[in-house]
């Protein structure tokens, strides 16, 4: 069994110095209720069972919500003098524990402020905006130009861009343009140091990969730059299979084929019989699977009878956004996981990536552990090829069962992205990134950003 345990951190601040803080940042915005503290040092870490106890007593001191850049500054300046954690947070929408303190301190709620878009470039399409930019605020923006975000999470509605960069690895979109640390999909940052007089910094694109994915350990973030693509009146289709491995088969060919596709989500029939499908979309039938695809209008006059030669039924059709209940990238990614755990609490997930091919992986996973296991898959790009992403559920029956789930899935070549851990290497590959080090030791040298998460950070002496 292996034992999960938060790393061995200073002592929170006194209250004694969070008084002291406050008295310097008269005019910002302060809250220190206990209920909005636990609310803001909280995000979707309870998926795991693990990570939720792990975390239960962690929690700010006092959270901040700074209403524009200087006095951002005010507050790191006075943070950095007072040696005080601070830990960023966007929307909370992370599900890793990202913006949970471990060490007290401050909580930077940056939904507030920094929330601009300041520059569309009107022949590339590239784009500067600030951290605090909900992306479907921004989405609608860049319409109007007619571009769109490459990459956004199941949660667009309200998550910010900052915390996507910080905290997300990919989601819709990723089909056609991969993860979000793949080469080309973050072009630059704006970043304030955490010193007694902070520095803003413009960082370029081979600077900013070590901040991309980091959980706001090694830089604030306050504005991005990062491509955009050409919009599509993207169509949603929900189509079903009776047969699981043809099913999984034929997803892999449809994210190969040359068409347009923008998402493309495979759910076992246990979980798709239980999703809120929207208004005028049919329940699934008896042990049938559904497939959810984002398709482009061009691939319409192919796509519908190109797939029903490959067994599947189309079972609904309609233009993103156009209709009522929730829009179908709120039926996939970790949106699956929401929606089954609201009916069933003691169950949790994995993030895996699969092998190129993914076929007896899945057979071995699924003879082994039965129906404590349902799959959830999305057709992903990774390093420009194409992958499965599995997001399986899994019945949660203690650590060790975990623990043995994990390892198999291990031994038979599956990448494990484990979300029941806190620290930035252990939820991904597990090594520690001599880059993403160097940039918290040139950004913040004292160690005050997110304190715990960096395990390099911990382990660099």
Wanted: with cysteine; glycine share 10%.
């Amino acid at each position: 069994m292996v034992i999960r345990s938060l790393p061995a951190l200073a002592a929170p601040p006194s209250e004694q110095r969070i008084d002291a803080l406050v008295r310097e940042l008269q005019g910002v915005e302060l809250q220190r209720q206990p209920a909005e503290l636990e609310r803001l040092s909280r995000d979707f870490h309870a998926y795991s069972p693990p990570l939720a106890a792990l975390l239960a007593g962690c929690r700010a001191q006092l959270a901040a919500r700074p209403a524009d850049l200087e006095q951002l500054r005010r507050l790191v300046a006075a943070c950095a003098r007072l040696e005080v954690p601070l830990t960023l947070r966007g929307a909370g929408t992370g599900n890793y524990g990202q913006c949970v303190p471990l060490a007290g301190g401050v909580v930077l709620d940056l939904t507030t402020a920094l929330r601009q878009l300041r520059h569309c470039d009107p022949v590339s399409g590239v784009i500067t905006a600030e951290a605090g930019c909900h992306l479907a605020e921004l989405d609608r923006q860049l319409a109007a130009v007619g571009r769109s975000l490459r990459l956004t999470p199941s949660t667009w509605r309200s998550a910010t861009l900052g915390g996507f960069i910080a905290g997300g690895a990919g989601g819709i979109g990723s089909l056609r343009w991969g993860f979000l640390r793949d080469p080309g999909n973050l072009l630059g940052l704006e970043v304030m140091t955490v010193e007694p007089e902070p520095r803003l910094l413009q960082l370029d694109a081979v600077a900013s990969e070590p901040l991309n994915h980091a959980y706001g350990t090694n830089g604030i973030l306050t504005a991005l730059t990062l491509p955009t693509c050409p919009q599509e009146a993207w169509q949603e289709l929900v189509l079903g299979l009776p047969d699981w491995e043809a099913a999984v088969a034929l997803l892999q060919e449809l994210s190969a084929a040359a068409l347009l596709l923008n998402n493309a989500a495979l759910l076992e029939a246990p979980l798709a019989a239980q999703m809120p499908w929207p208004p005028g979309c049919p329940p699934p039938r008896p042990q049938e699977a559904r497939l959810l695809l984002l398709a482009a209008p061009d691939s319409l006059p192919l796509l519908p009878a190109w797939l029903r030669a490959r067994g599947a039924t189309l079972h609904w059709q309609q233009p993103q956004g156009s209709g009522r209940g929730l829009p179908l990238r709120e039926l996939c990614w970790n949106h699956t996981t929401l929606h089954w755990r609201g009916a069933h609490p003691d169950w949790t997930y994995l993030q895996l990536l699969l092998p190129a091919d993914p076929s007896a992986a899945l057979a071995a996973l699924r003879q082994r552990w039965g129906a404590d296991l349902l799959w959830h898959l999305e057709a992903v790009r990774q390093q420009g090829a194409l992958r499965l992403s599995g997001l399986p559920l899994l019945r949660y029956r203690g650590p060790d069962a975990l623990e043995a789930l994990i390892g198999h899935c291990r031994e038979l070549g599956i990448l494990v992205f484990d979300p029941h851990e806190c620290s930035v290497e252990d939820g991904g590959l597990g090594l520690v990134d001599a880059a993403m080090v160097a940039a918290k030791a040139r950004h913040d040298p004292a160690g005050l950003l997110n304190p715990g998460k960096l395990r390099g950070w911990l382990e660099r002496r």
